[in-house]
């Protein structure tokens, strides 16, 4: 690693790595990244195990050597250290709404619909439509929430005039979404935040296909 720069361990099509991409470049920090590639198992190799005892990516390398897993935790660590721009309402209210928001999308719809999931599905016997289908489900179910949330929430952004945690995390879900075959017309309100990020570099020079393992 190179002195005093971070190590991100991701996959370009994982859309927990791709929420730490989006962070860092609004942070405007650049970092070394290193692909391990999940369809092929690469994540438990042994000596990415000693990374990352989960077998998950993305894991983060700090220049001291620290290690920081978990993408939520890595963003709020990156917004604790380098508070400009900031990722989070002022107010109490606003950065827990934000919070709750990001909590649909990283804890109850985007874990139940990755890859291990899917795959554990398959080994149970179920075929390919119902896996797919399972799939679309998940997802309809989480962003008709966001969609929710958001209702009287002032834009561009989800929860106003900058970019949040939840518009960090709202990207790639809705790529998500689209790859499972989900009509994302429903939820015009996501729509709308989604178009007001994708034309910031952030979200566009983060994007899977603009990654150097992109295939």
């Known amino acids: 690693m190179k002195e005093g720069k ?28 290193v692909s ?8 438990r ?11 998950l990516v993305p894991a983060l390398e700090l220049p001291d050597g620290s290690v920081l897993t978990q993408s939520l935790a890595i963003i709020e660590w990156l ?8 990722l989070l309402p002022d107010h109490p209210v606003q950065r827990a709404k934000v919070r ?50 958001i209702d009287g929430q002032s834009g561009p952004y989800c929860f106003g005039v900058t970019p949040t945690i ?8 809705m790529g998500n979404a689209r790859r499972f075959g989900v009509d994302v017309r429903q939820f015009p309100r996501l729509l709308e935040r989604e178009a007001a990020a994708l034309v910031l570099d ?8 603009r990654q150097p393992d992109a295939e």
Request: hydrophobic share 45%; charged share 20%.
């Open 6 to 33: 971070m190590r991100l361990h991701g996959y370009f099509r994982s859309s927990a790595s791709w929420r730490v991409r989006i962070a860092l470049h609004l942070k405007g920090i650049s970092v070394d990244q």
């Open 36 to 43: 391990h590639h999940l369809r092929r198992g690469e994540q």
């Open 45 to 55: 190799a042994p000596d990415y195990l000693t990374i990352n005892p989960q077998g």
């Open 79 to 86: 917004n604790d250290v380098y508070p400009r721009p900031p």
């Open 100 to 149: 709750a928001f990001v909590q649909v999308i990283a804890a109850d719809t985007h874990p139940v619909q990755n890859l291990k999931v899917l795959n554990a599905l398959r080994q149970l016997g179920h075929d390919e439509t119902v896996v797919e289908r399972w799939a679309a489900d998940v997802n309809i179910a989480g962003l008709e929430a966001c969609e929710a949330l």
């Open 166 to 173: 939840a518009d960090i995390c709202l990207v790639p879900q």
């Open 202 to 209: 952030a979200f566009i020079m983060t994007a899977p296909d």
